[in-house]
């Protein structure tokens, strides 16, 4: 195709594959049906709803670029942009950086045309350009044309007039020589030298937006001056408005009040040993890694119940942060992390509760570095987010920890994309996470400033006029003016506490908690768990021209191969599990480091932990002892394996404690008459009998060794403790009965899928089949055909029409001469489509032949084909 392209459309023909196979993976919701032809491609890529997810997707110098065109002439000169963006002195950083906005502005069939004809989409113009429901956010307000639409005929002269120009005989003419004045810098200078300075003031409250400002009905000297001279035009009943073309005059040219064309520094830097910070990583690896085992552990015999609207109760919450010593916050975090790797759920009971599940052992039998990559990659491909637990949903209820409506599908590319920007800097290099957070709020302006869908009001870094705001926030100004109001944020900057924002906090903050980081600096395994998603970020310039384009998210493959690169990393790093431990004569042990998993097991019935660091304190009590007995084991036993696994030996008190224990470990025997104590020294039942305390437990004797009671079982054995008896549970038989409660299990269960953030990045393998099916069909859609004979010519697009015999005929004539046809087909669905196809037989009523369309051979019922046309001899 030759010549200027008159639609995007045929710009779009003019690309070449590899354009084609960009704007597709820039932007895959236009994949989601594969468009028929070009055409289908442009209007889908015009539609408002693909529009504002591109625009979503420019980064902040881009997004201006844009907003600078839709404030600009349709067509807009490159020339005429460039002064938009630099102002009328320039700026050597925006010239640098404003080609590759166009650019990715034209590859994203944002904007279409040469560089003087420069055109953004009808979508966009409409989304970006100012109006008064909608201020733009460049802060410009309508051209004087647009202002003056509407007003009266003698209004426009006598503005005019005022302004020093001379009469013109129409509106037209009178609006063109007003525009003419105040885009003429030496004149409009000129005219501003003979204003008040009151006037002046006026304007430079409303200069960088809002624009619009409302008078009354006897506006005050120095405002009737700007309205007669057309400064404010009318903008309804009692407001004005400045025009853009004054406005850019007043701005010396400029559209935006601050242009970035860089991105925000990761600065300030803070330089560590990259060894201390892996060693720091790896010991909060570790510390994650025992959190989450003692949460499983807490939940062995069964969690909290679930909530009839789904998840914890906060006092559940409450209980479970007290377990694991820590905040609510944080204890919200480590069960999402469990509930995201699968290790726990509901178990679907009638009396529904939750647990850990199946997973949740085989999990606890790998290595520790195997089981913080489960943990690591389970949390970085997550959409549920911890951070938003507590807050209130959209009807103004918390959201509880484990529930619903906890996934925020950005979540992901936000996480990937900070640690991304980590691994950009040298190894043990740390930046404050504000800096992480202005970077990412510079790639995504509009994602962190507004609700997808919607485009955010302007933020321009200037003090904008609103005293009085009538009709939304339209700032008033009465016979003073306009009164100076609330500062706002600075140009295109998000607020602080925004979705996007607040997802890169607390990504830094969890990535730490995890291990991933530590002390502020990726690790050295962190890199390799993000190594699918960390190229491109080591320069300004590469983070900005990567940007706009979606971040790819890497295959299960690929995510995989990295955590367990990272896991080969970490494990070395990760303190080696301990045999033994220190007994003390405090009755205490000290656990120089992680026990081997039975010994940890086994030492977690006979004491009770204390304290936990770096090595861990266990206390033996009476109750501990006690509780190991009722497991099955003898007091030889529990001394033969402290003996066996202590490097020192086993004290003397302890050696006592258990002994003494034993000693009256089962002397009393309690079954189930409702319930009787038995024992064989009928002075300790009458001493329990004489006990004030016993008197709830309501015992009266059988017999000289028996005691009946009116309470359960387990109730009378509670009540015998707390009295400081050491009583066991025996069978029908008269045998001990071992307290060994059985662990509570979920039924298998599969790990939450993450809610996506739209369609999925293509791989090339579906790029470059749809471009081949983009091509051929409009290939099919534009091919030059020669003259049906109809009784009325056919619309532009239309399927051809022709009789069943001329179709047969046609058909037949074109296998004996080799040529293409053009043919209108309907398929069984009755979807209708043209193709371009080579006959190559007629029989049985269906048609063989190769089809251009497809690039296959294919065989067509002759009764679905509308009609046939033959091509121009040069078409194919």
Known sequence: MTGTPRTLAEELRTRTDRGLVGLLRARPDLLNPVPGDVTQLATRAGTRASVVRAVERLDRFVLQTAEALAVAPDPCPYDTLGALMGGDTGDAAVAAELPRAVAELRAQALVWGPDDRLRLV?????????????????????????????????????????????ATHDPVTAVAALSALFSDRARMTALLDTAPAESVAVLDKLLWGPPYGGVTDRPAPH?????????????????????REAALHLRAGRAHHTPEPVPPALAPATERDPQLVDNAAASQAFTALATVEELLKE????????????????????RTATALDTTEQLAAFWLELAYGAGLIASDGE??????????????????????????ASAWLSATRTAGVVGSADAKGRALAALGPHLDRSPAPEVRRRALALLAGLPPGTAVPAAAVRSRLQWERPLRSAGAAGQVPAPATGRTPAAAGAVDGGVPSSGPAGPAPGPARAPAGSAPADDLRSRLAQWTLTEAELLGVTGRGALSTHGRALIDTASAGTTSQSAAASSAAAPAEAPSPADTDAAATRAAALLAPLLPEPVDHVLLQADLTAVAPGPLHRPLADALGVLADIESKGGATVYRFTPASVRRALDAGRSAVELQEFLTAHSRTPVPQPLAYLIDDVARKHGRLRIGAATAYVRCDDDALLSEILADRRAATLRLRRLAATVLAAQTAPDQLLDGLRAMGYAPAAESTAGDVLIARADTHRTPPRTAPTPVPDGPPTPDATLLTAAVRAIRAGDLAATAERKPVHAPAPAAPGALPRTTSAETLATMQAAVLTHSALWIGYVNADGAASQR??????????????????????????LHRITGVAELADDSV
């Open 299 to 318: 939940w062995d015999l069964g969690g909290p119940g679930v909530l009839r609207a789904g998840g914890m109760s906060v006092r559940d919450l409450k």
């Open 223 to 243: 405002l009737q001056w700007l309205l007669d001279r057309g400064l404010l035009l009318p903008a309804g009943a009692r407001n004005v408005v400045l025009p």
């Open 122 to 166: 009808r979508t966009a113009r409409e989304l970006l350009s100012p109006s008064a429901a909608h201020p733009s956010p460049t802060g410009l307000g309508p051209t004087v044309a647009e202002a003056a639409a509407g007003m009266s005929p003698g209004r426009l002269q006598e503005i005019i007039a005022a302004a020093g120009l001379p």
């Open 350 to 375: 009638a009396d529904e509760r939750f647990a850990a599940t199946p997973a949740a052992e085989e999990w606890l039998q790998l290595p520790d570095h195997e089981r913080w990559a489960v943990l």
């Open 836 to 861: 371009v196809i080579a006959p190559v037989r007629v029989e049985g009523g269906f048609v063989t032949a190769y089809d251009h369309t497809s690039d296959e051979v294919r065989t067509y019922p």
